[in-house]
Nanobody, 115 residues
Framework: QVQLVESGGGLVQAGGSLRLSCAAS????????MSWYRQAPGKERELVAA???????NYRDSVKGRFTISRDNAKTTVYLQMNSLKSEDTAVYYC?????????WGKGTLVTVSS
C-alpha cells in the first residue's frame, strides 16, 4: 500500500517559518518526482514546488525565494521549508508522488498564516 503522510502544518504569524515533511512508503521513492501542492478555500489545487529524482527543482513564482523543497532518499521523505510566510500561503498542503503527473497523494496538512 502506498502511503504519503504529511506533517508539520500549523498556525504561524506572517513572516514566520514552517517546515513540512512528507514520509513515503510503498513506492520506490528514489524513482519518483515528489511535489507539494496546496489548496486554499474556494481555489483550485495548485503546484507549489516539485523535485525530481535527481534533485532538480521547480517552484511557482509566488513562492520563489521563500520556499525550498528538498528530499532525503534514504529517509524516503520530502520536505518543504517555508520562510517569510504570507497570509495568502494559508492552505491545505498536499504531498504528491508521480512521474509526469501525480499518481499518489497524501491527505494534507493545514497551514494557517495569521495576518
Amino acid at each position: 500500500q502506498v502511503q504519503l503522510v504529511e506533517s508539520g502544518g500549523g498556525l504561524v504569524q506572517a513572516g514566520g517559518s514552517l517546515r513540512l515533511s512528507c514520509a513515503a512508503s510503498g513506492i520506490i521513492f528514489s524513482r519518483y518526482t515528489m511535489s507539494w501542492y496546496r489548496q486554499a478555500p474556494g481555489k483550485e489545487r495548485e503546484l507549489v514546488a516539485a523535485i525530481s529524482r535527481v534533485g532538480n527543482t521547480n517552484y511557482r513564482d509566488s513562492v520563489k525565494g521563500r520556499f525550498t523543497i528538498s528530499r532525503d532518499n534514504a529517509k524516503t521523505t520530502v520536505y518543504l521549508q517555508m520562510n517569510s510566510l504570507k497570509s495568502e500561503d494559508t492552505a491545505v498542503y498536499y504531498c504528491g508522488a508521480g512521474w509526469g503527473s501525480v499518481d499518489y497523494w497524501g491527505k494534507g496538512t493545514l497551514v494557517t498564516v495569521s495576518s
